[in-house]
């Protein structure tokens, strides 16, 4: 013979499980290590200009000017160099700039030459735009004189940005060592890129080298 559970009777039965199990689990909970909590460490304070700045010196970061690259050994063509490009220009141990701007040198410039020994060549060529341009042969000429003289080296080339003025100083020098004419377009508009001048490919390509005798090898 069965026998029947009521309702009433199953749901008490299911209720004093729970609470056994709850009992149970609270008697466990008791006897548990509590977590440790780690305070958050404060935040740090924040970065001045000033102190930022100074960083990015202290660093050892080198940082080239506009435009730099190598032309040959010793000789090297840049934008006009920064505060910022002296450490760089340091390390590359040099004797001379030929300077292609008629504006004075900055005195902030003057006094890095000064300090390290570099000594300073200006052959003042004015930067006008197209029509309006007339560049000096003459100039011209006397920098390549100054560039290609082995004792003034190492030495850095600029103008400006590092474009037009110093692009027909190289290209000019590019000729005399008997690189092809396309060869000596083509490192000129690299650096000019869309602000390419034909009066300055006109001049390199007419620029007269049967007076300078300083000849390497054709690159072409």
């Not at 149970?24 to 440790?36: A, F, I, N, Q, R």
């Not at 924040?46 to 690259?69: E, I, K, Q, Y």
């Not at 005195?107 to 300090?115: D, M, Q």
């Not at 003289?149 to 692009?167: A, E, F, S, W, Y």
Request: hydrophobic share 40%.
């Amino acid at each position: 013979m069965k026998l029947e559970i009521m309702p009433k009777q199953r749901a008490l039965e299911a209720e004093q499980r729970e609470e056994a199990m709850e009992m149970s689990g609270l008697k466990l909970w008791k006897h548990e290590k509590p977590p440790k909590i780690f305070p958050m460490p404060p935040p740090l304070p924040p970065l001045s200009l000033s102190a930022a700045a100074a960083g990015a010196c202290d660093d050892g970061t080198l940082v080239p000017p506009l435009n730099f690259a190598m032309v040959d050994d010793g000789i090297y063509r840049s934008g006009f160099p920064a505060a910022a490009n002296f450490r760089f220009l340091k390390s590359l141990n040099l004797r001379s700039i030929v300077y292609l701007c008629p504006e004075p040198y900055p005195e902030t410039n003057k006094e890095f030459l000064a300090k390290n020994g570099i000594k300073l060549y200006q052959f003042g060529i004015e930067g006008r735009k197209e029509p309006f341009v007339e560049i000096p042969d003459e100039k011209i000429r006397e920098a390549l004189k100054v560039v290609l003289d082995v004792r003034n080296q190492p030495l850095l080339i600029h103008c400006k940005r590092g474009k037009h003025r110093t692009g027909c100083v190289v290209g000019c020098m590019r000729k005399l060592h008997k690189w092809c004419l396309s060869s000596v377009f083509d490192e000129y508009q690299r650096f000019a890129a869309a602000k390419v001048r034909s009066t300055d490919l006109r001049f390199m390509e007419l620029f007269d080298v049967s007076s300078l005798k300083h000849l390497t090898p054709s690159h072409c």
